[in-house]
């Protein structure tokens, strides 16, 4: 089997990233936090379209509890390994910087940023040493422009695009990919209490994303055909910004 570790697999994108990573053959290690029920969800979506997947619950930010689960399942599949890395967990805390709290600052920036850190130099040894590794960022259009009330979001997602780029030429030769992907509004939880009837007026295409568009580029990037695109970042917006 081919296995693919999806954070924040729960819910969202990286539910949608984790059923069509699915369909698209691989074994899908679903990833969360805390939302059990939907991780299960999830995986029985997974299991009735014919999939295989396992449920890989740890906080991102959490370095021992990422080494824990890591080392659980590498000691349960000795022979396999992870060649599909998806670095989607993430969350909001919206702020003026004016007012904006340590706690709300190091939050998001230990789960995009810091998360990413933590599972991606867990499993990159193995990508390399098979010289096969796909890893995909979940970065946002926020990272890119820069949105007022986010600076502690924006500039999560600017550095991890940041080491994106700089990772991408460590690791080229020995064919492993990374790249992020850069999406503007896209229906789910994190966007939710957003007032979409006005956010559209400003997106082109008219609408929010569905999380299955961003799913379809997963499925690209992780694919061998997207073997010689490294180190880029991918915007999915409805024209909003690139
Ligand atoms: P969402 O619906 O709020 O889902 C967030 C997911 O991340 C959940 O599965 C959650 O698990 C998990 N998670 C949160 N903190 C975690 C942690 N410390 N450790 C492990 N898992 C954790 O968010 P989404 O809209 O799908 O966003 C997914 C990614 O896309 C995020 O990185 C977000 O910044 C990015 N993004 C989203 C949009 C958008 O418009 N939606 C736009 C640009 C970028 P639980 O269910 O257990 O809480």
């Known amino acids: 089997m081919k296995y693919a570790l999806i ?7 990286g539910k949608a990233a984790a059923l069509r990573l699915a369909k698209d053959g691989f074994a899908v290690l679903i990833n969360y936090q805390s939302n059990k029920e939907a991780a ?33 399942w590498q000691a349960a599949h000795p022979d396999e390994y992870v060649s599909v890395l998806v ?6 805390k919206d702020n003026l910087m004016i007012f904006m709290q340590d ?19 867990r499993l990159l040894k193995d990508m390399m040493t098979h010289r096969n590794g796909r890893i995909i ?34 690791v080229a030769a ?8 850069a999406p503007g509004f896209i229906a789910t939880d994190m966007t939710k209490e957003l007032n979409e009837d006005e956010l559209k007026k400003l997106i082109p295409m008219g609408r ?15 694919s061998d055909e997207a073997a010689y695109i490294t180190g880029q970042v991918i915007s999915i917006n409805g024209g909003l910004y690139s």
């Open 7 to 13: 954070t924040g697999a729960s819910r969202g994108l």
């Open 174 to 181: 020995r064919k492993v990919t990374v790249n992020a992907i």
């Open 208 to 222: 929010f994303g569905k999380p299955e568009e961003v799913a379809n580029l997963v499925s690209f990037l992780a």
């Open 87 to 92: 670095n989607n967990a993430g969350i909001r």
């Open 137 to 170: 960022n979940m970065a946002s259009l926020s990272g890119l422009k820069g949105l007022p009330g986010q600076t502690n979001y924006s500039a999560a997602k600017a550095a991890l695009i940041g080491a994106t780029k700089a990772l991408a030429q460590e």
């Open 40 to 72: 299960e969800d999830t995986l029985r979506q997974v299991q009735e379209a014919g999939g295989f997947g396992e449920l890989m619950p740890f906080d991102v930010s959490d370095p021992q509890a990422v080494e824990t689960a890591i080392e659980a």
């Open 103 to 121: 706690s709300e600052w190091d939050s998001v920036l230990s789960t995009s940023l810091t998360g990413f850190f933590h599972v991606t130099r």
